[in-house]
């Protein structure tokens, strides 16, 4: 009985304990949603045992109904985020299949802690701490000495920049030319030469500057007299920034990138001479600390296209090098593992300085100093057009040196960038044979510095000077030759090319302000419209290649068709081998190499097909190809000697398939291979959409031609051969009028692209003029750069407009011009009474009351 009643007893006890336990779980349940309401914790996946402990606690009790509840919004909640987070997966993987690198990782789904970062971007508390943290930092909130801390900051940073990259440079400068005139003087006072003196103390006679009633006149135009003339005009209008100002600091720079670039040869020749050429590894310094500061000098040099070399790399222009210990070479200085840090330390800071010194002079050449000069042969181009002499140019440099730099390098740099734009395109617009492979497509380039870096400095001089030669032949064609010809053979001067300018603050603060807008609007205008160039060559070379038969000549097209021209047996009248011809055209190592062998052998001994009109339609490879058929890219034919040739299916526009086995004359079988040619279809539109995004991926992806060894496009695999100019077999006429033809294409494109341009700017500065004469403004207010601003924004959204109803694939722009005009239909007399009254109201009573009472308002009150 005892045992009984204390088996009851424990029993009870267990029970009890259950219920306390399902009582502080629901509890707990009850404290976790409420928790949940105001900050969702993670979801963790529990392990399979936790879970079948839960489930053997549990069976025994029956859940109340508000723990179910909450399992069941925990159960739910969980759901949503798992089915959220698989949604963001799927897509994540869609968007890597179509190419999309703008999709970050299925991880970036989700933030730290485990919410979507969605949610995590609007999170509130997140943007008050941004907030709060920048009014800091501007002084809007915190105390008054912040602000004047922060203030003081700036101050100091600013202070220091100007001193190392303005000042110590000026000062450098200055010394440096100081110098050079006192050794070009004494050079001038030993030798007695006049001419050489004052050429090298940079001396001009008194007669080369004329000053007649407050004004300078130059008589002297040579280089020296030039700089002369635009510092004498600096220093009469006491001018902040003179040219000895920008001399002394450009002279600063080049004398530090000099003693930098002597230094580093300077130390290479101190090692090759205290034989340290014999190197070290960097593994055999004996003290730890000391191979690990090495190391990350060397990582540090690799960066800058250095690193320490080998034991059998012996001296490497640029490289770094440990020198050797004392157990190899004599006693240089550097002969025990104490002093190697300081060699070592020495090679990474001048190698760091003539990076430096590398990237700052290629900056400089092609940023600032190829612009300027451009822009300025830009300026002399035009002083005929625009009526202004050269005299003017000089001395506007000798009153506002910062301005006159800025507006050249202006007119340089957008001068670049249309050119640049305007060839691209023409690249992407032309078959991909005329210029696919000379002129290089714009690549992405996430490491430009290093780009810089690594590249020899011959090929940044090569790019340079060819670019250089682009640019000045472009000008000369574009700019310099039809101002000529307009100027000096057909029109003369106008003066509605003499410019206006009305200034509302000082000219040194109103002129850069304007060109730091134009420049801005002229990158937006070329990024958002440099298709459109592209779609104008498109169409101006669609019409006048279609016009002079030249059309499969320059412009890609489509394959439509294949065409069989004849058939060739496979072997010779022996039976015994494959023909002669079939060998030989194997051998061939390129494609141009087996066209030609095709159409100067294989096209005379072909048999005629029994249908001369038999085409197929083709097939598409997944790759974009055309073929006749999909198979084998070779056709294995058998030689004398056991052996066999590969004749490649696709040679040019011509197509090699396997005949069908046929029965000879003297009743055996053979076989044949069939000749196809391709026949060329539609133009293919170009440029493509989306070419130009340098962020998802290659010429594959984008659809433009691919450059040198890049996996080609579909469209390009699907374009059809393109024909040469001249053909086999042409006489001298025929040649001579081919020519003349080409001839005629340059002189009418290179029209067409003149004509263009100078519309694109005339025609805004008129449409402004014209606004500015009807409100009746006097000439004094008149402002040409304001001009063409408010003309671009009303003519370049019109010629929009237009571009976009020539795109339309439905009709053309007349076509559908001549429907609307014959679908009108006379409305009742009600209507039309209604109409001609609003008409009446709206575009001829209205605005003459409107212009009658801008006239009474303003012009008669100014006239009074």
Same mark, same amino acid.
């Given at each position: 009985d005892h045992d009984e009643s204390d088996a009851d007893n424990e029993e009870q006890n267990t029970s009890s304990a259950k219920g306390n336990d399902n009582k502080a779980l629901v509890e707990n349940d009850g404290n976790d949603d409420d928790s949940e309401d105001d900050d969702i914790a993670v979801v963790n996946v529990e392990s399979d045992e936790d879970d079948g402990d839960e489930e053997e606690n549990d069976e025994n009790v029956e859940p109340q109904p508000d723990e179910a509840m909450n399992r069941f919004d925990e159960q739910r909640f969980q759901q949503n985020l798992e089915d959220r987070l698989r949604e963001e997966e799927e897509e994540h993987d869609q968007n890597d299949q179509a190419g999309n690198n703008d999709v970050g990782p299925p991880g970036m789904g989700v933030g730290d802690n485990g919410l979507p970062n969605d949610m995590m971007d609007?999170?509130?508390?997140?943007?008050?701490?941004?907030?709060?943290?920048?009014?800091? +930092?501007?002084?809007? &909130?915190?105390? $008054? +000495?912040?602000?004047? &801390?922060?203030? $003081?900051?700036l101050l100091a940073f600013n202070t220091l920049y100007l001193a190392l990259f303005a000042f110590i440079p000026r000062l450098i400068g200055s010394v440096a030319l100081s110098l050079w005139r006192s050794g070009s003087q004494a050079v001038y006072n030993a030798s007695n030469m006049t001419l050489l003196g004052n050429a090298l103390a940079l001396n001009v006679s008194n007669a080369t500057i004329l000053t007649e009633s407050n004004t300078t006149a130059i008589s002297d135009y040579s280089i020296l007299g030039i700089l002369y003339a635009i510092e004498n005009e600096g220093a009469r209008l006491k001018t902040t920034f003179r040219l000895k100002d920008f001399g002394s600091v450009a002279v600063g720079y080049a004398c530090v990138a000099a003693g930098v670039v002597f230094l580093r040869y300077l130390w290479v020749l101190f090692r090759y001479r205290s034989n340290t050429v014999t190197v070290r590894r960097a593994e055999d310094v004996e003290d730890e600390e000391l191979r690990e500061t090495i190391m990350e000098m060397n990582r540090l040099a690799e960066g800058l296209g250095a690193g320490i070399g080998p034991m059998n790399d012996g001296l490497r222009a640029g490289g770094i090098h440990l020198p050797p210990n004392e157990h190899n070479q004599a006693n240089n200085g550097f002969d025990d593992d104490g002093n190697v840090l300081v060699g070592v330390a020495l090679d990474v800071i001048l190698e760091a300085a003539a990076s430096i010194v590398k990237v700052g002079v290629l900056l400089f050449l092609k940023m600032f100093l190829l612009p300027v000069v451009l822009g300025f042969c830009l300026d002399l181009s035009t002083l005929s057009l625009f009526q202004r002499t050269f005299d003017d140019s000089i001395l506007y440099a000798g009153r506002d040196l910062f301005s006159f730099l800025f507006l050249h390098w202006v007119?340089?740099?957008?001068?670049m960038l249309l050119v640049t734009v305007s060839v691209l395109q023409l690249r992407e617009v032309a078959h991909p044979n005329v210029l696919s492979h000379v002129i290089r497509p714009q690549e992405p380039q996430p490491d430009l510095l290093g780009n810089l870096l690594h590249d020899p400095l011959v090929t940044h001089a090569k790019r340079l000077i060819l670019s250089l030669v682009i640019y000045a032949l472009l000008l000369v064609l574009q700019v310099y030759v039809p101002i000529y010809l307009w100027v000096n053979n057909l029109f003369g001067t106008s003066q509605f090319f003499k410019l206006r300018f009305s200034y509302l603050l000082t000219t040194r603060l109103q002129i850069p302000i304007e060109l730091c807008i134009f420049h801005l609007c002229m990158l937006a205008f070329l990024e958002r419209n440099k298709n459109s160039i592209g779609e104008l060559q498109h169409y101006w070379l669609k019409f006048i290649c279609s016009w002079m038969g030249f059309s499969t000549s320059l412009l890609p097209h489509e394959v439509e068709k294949f065409q069989l021209i004849g058939t060739k047996p496979v072997f010779d009248s022996n039976r015994l081998q494959a023909d002669q011809i079939w060998v030989e055209l194997s051998k061939k190592s390129s494609s141009k190499e087996r066209e030609a062998k095709i159409e100067e052998e294989l096209l005379n001994a072909l048999q005629a097909p029994n249908d001369p009109d038999r085409v197929t339609n083709g097939q598409t490879r997944p790759n974009g190809e055309r073929v006749v058929t999909i198979g084998s890219d070779y056709i294995r034919l058998p030689t004398k000697d056991d052996g066999s040739v590969l004749l490649p299916t696709r040679v040019g526009r011509y197509r090699l398939k396997r005949g069908l086995v046929s029965e000879a004359e003297d009743g055996s079988l053979g076989c044949s291979v069939e000749v196809w040619v391709e026949v060329v279809g539609e133009t293919i539109a170009r440029p493509p959409e989306g070419w130009d995004d340098l962020g998802v991926g290659g010429a594959d992806v984008q659809g433009r031609w691919a450059w040198d060894k890049e996996k080609k496009s579909s469209i390009e695999e699907g374009v059809a051969q393109r024909t040469t100019f001249f053909e086999k077999g042409q006489g001298t006429i025929q040649k001579f009028f081919v020519a003349t033809k080409i001839a005629l294409l340059l002189f009418l494109s290179w029209t067409a692209a003149t004509a263009t341009s100078s519309l694109l700017l005339i025609t805004p500065l008129a449409v402004g003029r014209s606004v500015f004469a009807l409100l009746r403004l006097?000439?004094?207010?008149?402002?040409?750069?304001?001009?063409?601003?408010?003309?671009?924004?009303?003519v370049f959204p019109l010629l929009r407009r237009v571009m976009v109803s020539f795109k339309s694939d439905e009709n053309t722009m007349t076509g559908r011009l001549l429907t609307w005009v014959g679908s009108f239909h006379p409305p009742p007399l009600q209507k039309f009474t209604v109409l001609a009254t609003a008409g009446v109201l709206w575009f001829a009573l209205i605005p003459i009351l409107a212009g009658f009472s801008y006239d009474t308002l303003f012009v008669w009150a100014d006239d009074r």
């Open positions: 609007d999170d509130p508390a997140m943007d008050a701490d941004i907030n709060i943290a920048l009014d800091e +930092l501007l002084g809007v &909130r915190g105390p $008054l +000495l912040v602000v004047i &801390r922060n203030l $003081l900051w007119a340089g740099i957008s001068f006097p000439d004094n207010f008149t402002h040409d750069p304001f001009c063409f601003a408010l003309g671009s924004a009303v």
